[in-house]
């Protein structure tokens, strides 16, 4: 599996929620919190329709800063690239269409259990990754993840650390949070290695139950898959490992998540065996309010991304039209009023 | 609305069960009556991967003729359609991304009620039609949808006559089905004129109640948005029409439905002020089991047959390109062995 990710690659976009993102000053996926929960739906929108079409938001931080997804629509429109999104869990109804898992969102990781039906869904999941046609690469979308991501990877005994869609990292916060989760499963740090499905159903959300199952069928199959995304895609790769799969796995990301030095994406790719692919759209050659805001650190990453800049760069579209076209859904997305609910 | 649909329309596939289908002899959509019911959910599949990837079928008629799915897939991938399935009423699961409308099956037309929730799932695509940027173009998959299509035709007092999936239109057995159905709503020809919501709820199926609610969503925000398909489309224009709907409408369809002597679909685009577009992708000029079986007469449209050829053509694809990609991916699906439930 561990190949670059080809041209003719479907992109799945997994999207869910978790009660998790509602925790303060955790993450930017959003103007507000009250927008949050409307996130994923909107991303998968923006991937499909090139704009929101349902969901009630414009996909943004605080501060203004675009969703990734629209560089994964970009990419999506500059080759052609197939994409289908899978809902494991939305709160609020999208207009994209979607592969339904699950439909139930992740509860608050500080509650004793995070996902109820971790086991169905990451079953799910493996039926839809054994059947469906490769090569395929896997990107998310879920607000509070890197959180989640947090508390998976610190249950596995695995390095404790993830990016933040926001510049400056509040993993402080974030282990507080875990400490608080862990506690409230009655668990210690690495108490869950080697049970991945367990670990996830205490400690993490739907996207990684369900990306665990993807690759899971995947691997049974013997599909090429590739993780598209930073810190919460390494920790459904964990998941994977603990559950003994042993297939070399391939992870597409930024350069903003690899360049992270409050992460440490390199030290888990090394305990995790996985082959990183860091693409850098270089925007910091491009004066715009959406690209200077990733220049300074923002978003980073997430719906896939990581991986639609590996799949452009494989197609041989130069990373400039990624960036015009960036920038003019960018501007659109911003100008564009929130769909009426 | 009645432009030609450009290369850069979005194709929605509106796709449902009806019990209808399970009438003998009135359908080719599925090798025999128990495949009928997942043709819908693996004609998604063909259109988004190529291929059934759930639903345990190969679609093909009784005699192996290949889904018209095929053709809408090759010219997918030929020109980079985008395409968007839409299920309003699928009795079987499918792996395709879906935007979910309504979920329930059709009953049988010759019970009193054949869509039960029909002014909601009217409601739900109207609310879908109005929100999705376009311009758009409508196609469907529901076995048994041309005599729910006579049903209602019959029940608006419209021209009653349609195509078939068969070589010999069964149109006298569509009749007395259609006599049957009136007489269980206790209704006569022409009595719903005027009220097609009602029509679609006693004589129809669910992709004619959701194609009449993206209608009157695109005449709401001005979208523009095209038929694709033959007998069934113009039925739903026809509910369109007798719901006071106005703006010019264009139907893009196949020649082999353009051509069908039992059906009249001149006259009834005359009727219902409906703009023809027929496209004839020249599968007489090719010698393959999948071309000969169209070039006599069965299947002839559908899964949006007949618009892909009409955005192929708008792209600049020779039909030659059309015919070559259709057989090479019939060649596949009828080599595929269906999923394992």
Same mark, same amino acid.
């Given at each position: 599996?561990?190949?670059?990710?080809?041209?003719?690659?479907?992109?799945?976009?997994?999207?869910?929620?978790?009660?998790?993102?509602?925790?303060?000053?955790?993450?930017? @996926?959003? @103007?507000?919190?009250?927008?949050? @929960?409307?996130?994923?739906?909107?991303?998968?929108?923006?991937?499909?329709?090139?704009?929101?079409?349902?969901?009630?938001?414009?996909?943004?931080?605080?501060?203004?800063?675009?969703?990734?997804?629209? +560089?994964?629509?970009?990419?999506?429109?500059?080759?052609?690239?197939?994409?289908?999104?899978?809902?494991?869990?939305?709160?609020?109804?999208?207009? @994209?269409?979607?592969?339904?898992?699950?439909?139930?969102?992740?509860?608050?990781?500080?509650?004793?259990?995070? +996902?109820?039906?971790?086991?169905?869904? +990451?079953?799910?999941?493996?039926?839809?990754?054994?059947?469906?046609?490769?090569?395929? +690469?896997?990107?998310?979308?879920?607000?509070?993840?890197?959180?989640?991501?947090?508390?998976?990877?610190?249950?596995?005994?695995?390095?404790?650390?993830?990016?933040?869609?926001?510049?400056?990292?509040?993993?402080?916060?974030?282990?507080? *949070?875990?400490?608080?989760?862990?506690?409230?499963?009655?668990?210690?740090?690495?108490?869950?290695?080697?049970?991945?499905?367990?670990?996830?159903?205490?400690?993490?959300?739907? *996207?990684?139950?369900?990306?665990?199952?993807?690759?899971?069928?995947?691997?049974?199959?013997?599909?090429?898959?590739?993780?598209?995304?930073?810190?919460?895609?390494?920790?459904?790769?964990?998941?994977?490992?603990?559950?003994?799969?042993?297939?070399?796995?391939?992870?597409?990301?930024?350069?903003?998540?690899?360049?992270?030095?409050?992460?440490?994406?390199?030290?888990?790719?090394?305990?995790?065996?996985?082959? *990183?692919?860091?693409?850098?759209?270089?925007?910091?050659?491009?004066?715009?309010?959406?690209?200077?805001?990733?220049?300074?650190?923002?978003?980073?990453?997430?719906?896939?991304?990581?991986?639609?800049?590996?799949?452009?760069?494989?197609?041989?579209?130069?990373?400039?039209?990624?960036?015009?076209?960036?920038?003019?859904?960018?501007?659109?997305?911003?100008?564009?009023?929130?769909?009426?609910?």
């Amino acid at each position: 599996m561990a190949r670059q990710p080809g041209a003719d690659a479907t992109l799945l976009v997994v999207g869910a929620t978790t009660r998790t993102a509602g925790i303060e000053g955790i993450s930017a @996926a959003g @103007a507000d919190p009250g927008a949050m @929960a409307h996130t994923p739906s909107a991303d998968l929108e923006v991937v499909t329709y090139g704009r929101p079409v349902r969901a009630p938001v414009v996909p943004v931080s605080p501060t203004g800063c675009p969703t990734p997804a629209v +560089v994964t629509r970009a990419v999506r429109e500059l080759v052609g690239l197939e994409t289908v999104a899978v809902d494991a869990g939305l709160a609020e109804p999208t207009a @994209a269409p979607t592969v339904a898992l699950g439909e139930e969102p992740g509860e608050d990781v500080r509650e004793s259990v995070a +996902v109820p039906d971790a086991a169905g869904l +990451v079953e799910r999941a493996h039926d839809l990754g054994r059947r469906l046609p490769g090569p395929f +690469v896997v990107g998310e979308t879920v607000p509070g993840g890197t959180t989640t991501a947090l508390g998976v990877l610190t249950a596995l005994g695995e390095s404790a650390t993830v990016s933040s869609s926001l510049s400056e990292n509040p993993l402080a916060r974030k282990r507080a *949070v875990v400490e608080t989760a862990l506690a409230a499963s009655d668990l210690a740090a690495g108490d869950l290695a080697g049970e991945p499905v367990e670990a996830v159903r205490r400690m993490g959300d739907p *996207v990684l139950a369900a990306t665990l199952g993807l690759l899971r069928g995947a691997d049974e199959a013997g599909t090429d898959v590739t993780l598209a995304g930073g810190t919460q895609l390494a920790a459904a790769a964990a998941l994977y490992r603990h559950g003994g799969g042993d297939v070399p796995l391939e992870l597409a990301t930024t350069s903003f998540v690899a360049d992270d030095g409050s992460a440490d994406l390199w030290g888990l790719a090394r305990d995790l065996d996985l082959s *990183v692919t860091a693409t850098d759209p270089g925007f910091d050659r491009r004066d715009h309010p959406a690209t200077d805001a990733y220049a300074r650190g923002e978003a980073k990453e997430g719906v896939g991304m990581g991986g639609a800049l590996a799949l452009a760069d494989a197609a041989g579209v130069p990373m400039a039209d990624v960036r015009e076209r960036t920038v003019a859904l960018a501007d659109r997305l911003l100008a564009f009023d929130p769909p009426t609910p």
